[in-house]
C-alpha cells in the first residue's frame, strides 16, 4: 500500500493516541541507508548521548557495538507486509520526543511522521516529491540539504542549528572493539601498510585492475604492503586484479578474514586507506588513519572524508552521483573516471611519504 494513504489511514488513530502521549526524553534517529552513511551519523549519535534507532540490518554488526544507541530497529524487518509496517508504526507512535530523520525516503518519511514526538526534525533534500509535503506538514523544523552541503553537517544541525562538522568526531563502534582473532599481519611494523577497497557496494564506483596497477608501479619504490579488505563475495575482484598486476607478496588478502564489527580496530592499524567512495573509506577516516579518496563521480563537497585526505578526482568530469541520488552507470568509462595521470600519482606517492612513519624490525603479534 502507498505509504501515504497508509498514513491517512492512521492518521485518526495517531490523533487520538496522542492525547495520551507522555513526554520522555527519548530520542529517534531514523538512517537506513548503508556503513558510510552510518558512520557519517555517528557525530549526531555522540551529540545525543544515547538514541533509539531506524536503521538498514547492513549496518547491524557496528551499530550492536555502538554505546550511544539503545533499541535498535531494522527496516527490512518490517517491509514484508502491510500488517508489519503497521505494527511497527504503532510501537513508534507514542514512544519518543524528540525525532529526527536523517535519510528522507518515502518509507522513513511515514514512520517519522506516524511519532507523535513533541520535537521532530526532517531533512529536506533535492529530491524530495509534492506527495511527500504531507509528512512533512508533521514536522517541528527542517534542515535544507543540497548537493553540495555537507551531509555530516546538516546531519548535527538537525540537533543543533550551531553544530558544525567540528563539533564532535565520527567512530564506527564506540568504544573501539578490539577482536581477538584479529589477523596477525595487521600488526606488522616493518612496512607501510596500506589498506584498499578494490570494490564497492555500488559497483559503478568499483576502481578496475589497470588503475591499481598504475598506483602500485608508482609506489613500488616504498615498501609498501597493500591489505585488500572486503566481503567473501569480492574474491572474484581480487582474482581480477592479480591477473593484471599478477602475483605479489606485498598484497595481503584480507578478504573475508575480518567481521565488519572487528574491522574499524584492523583498519585502525593501517598507515593509509585508499579507496573510491565506499564504507571502507569512512571507518578508516573514522579511525584518524590517513586516507586517499579516488572519488570518480561522487560529489565530495556533499560527502568526503573529513580528517587527512588527499581527494583525486577525475579531469574536467563533472560530479553525477549524489547521496540522495546515487547513480548505477556512468556517462564515462570507469578508466576515465578513476584515471590516475603522472600529476595524481606524484600527489599520492607525495602525500604517504610526507606522512609514513619510521620501520622496525619484522613484527608478527601486538
Same mark, same amino acid.
Given at each position: ?70 533499541? /535498535? +530497529? #531494522? ?9 508489519? %509496517?503497521?505494527? =511497527?508504526? @504503532?510501537?513508534?507512535?507514542? !514512544? ?37 509535503? /504531507? +509528512? #512533512? ?9 543540497? %548537493?553540495?552541503? =555537507?551531509? @555530516?553537517?546538516?546531519?548535527? !544541525? ?37 589498506? /584498499? ?170
Amino acid at each position: 500500500m502507498n505509504y501515504v494513504l497508509l498514513f491517512l489511514l492512521l492518521l485518526p488513530f495517531k490523533l487520538l493516541m496522542k492525547l495520551s502521549h507522555k513526554k520522555e526524553a527519548r530520542n529517534l534517529v531514523i538512517q537506513t541507508a548503508k556503513i558510510g552513511d552510518f558512520v557519517n551519523i555517528t557525530p549526531l549519535l555522540a551529540h545525543l548521548e544515547k538514541s533509539d534507532a531506524l536503521l538498514s540490518r547492513t549496518v547491524a554488526p557496528l551499530a550492536e557495538h555502538d554505546s550511544t544507541l539503545a533499541d /535498535i +530497529f #531494522y527496516i527490512e524487518e518490517h517491509k514484508s507486509s502491510t500488517y508489519s %509496517k503497521l505494527k =511497527l508504526a @504503532l510501537k513508534l507512535m507514542n !514512544r519518543y520526543e524528540n525525532v529526527y530523520l536523517l535519510h528522507p525516503n518515502n518509507t522513513n518519511l511515514f514512520y517519522a511522521a506516524c511519532c507523535n514526538a513533541s520535537n521532530k526534525q526532517f531533512l529536506s533534500m533535492y529530491r524530495r516529491k509534492w506527495y511527500q509535503g /504531507i +509528512f #512533512y506538514l508533521t514536522a517541528t523544523g527542517t534542515v535544507e540539504h543540497d %548537493k553540495y552541503s =555537507l551531509t @555530516l553537517e546538516n546531519y548535527l !544541525r538537525l540537533a543543533d542549528r550551531s553544530l558544525t562538522k567540528e563539533s564532535y568526531p565520527k567512530h564506527a563502534t564506540l568504544p573501539l572493539l578490539k577482536p581477538d582473532n584479529t589477523p596477525e599481519e595487521v600488526f606488522r611494523t616493518d612496512k607501510i601498510k596500506i589498506g /584498499i577497497s578494490i570494490s564497492a557496494g555500488n559497483q559503478a564506483k568499483t576502481i578496475p585492475p589497470t588503475i591499481w596497477k598504475a598506483l602500485f608501479d608508482r609506489l613500488s619504490g616504498l615498501p609498501c604492503l597493500f591489505y585488500v579488505f572486503g566481503a567473501p563475495n569480492e574474491l572474484t575482484r581480487l582474482h581480477e586484479l592479480n591477473k593484471v598486476v599478477g602475483e605479489s607478496d606485498n598484497i595481503v588478502n584480507m578478504i573475508g578474514k575480518v567481521s565488519l564489527e572487528g574491522l574499524p580496530y584492523a583498519i585502525s592499524q593501517m598507515d593509509f586507506y585508499i579507496a573510491s567512495d565506499s564504507g571502507n573509506i569512512y571507518i578508516a577516516d573514522s579511525q584518524n588513519v590517513p586516507v586517499i579518496l579516488i572519488y570518480g563521480p561522487c560529489c565530495v563537497e556533499e560527502q568526503r572524508p573529513l580528517g587527512d585526505v588527499l581527494l583525486i578526482g577525475p579531469n574536467h568530469i563533472a560530479p553525477s552521483s549524489f547521496v540522495f541520488h546515487a547513480l548505477y552507470k556512468f556517462n564515462h568509462p570507469v578508466e576515465q573516471l578513476y584515471e590516475l595521470d603522472n600529476r595524481k600519482l606524484d600527489d599520492i606517492y607525495d602525500f604517504i611519504c610526507a606522512r609514513k612513519r619510521p620501520l622496525q624490525e619484522k613484527k608478527t603479534s601486538s
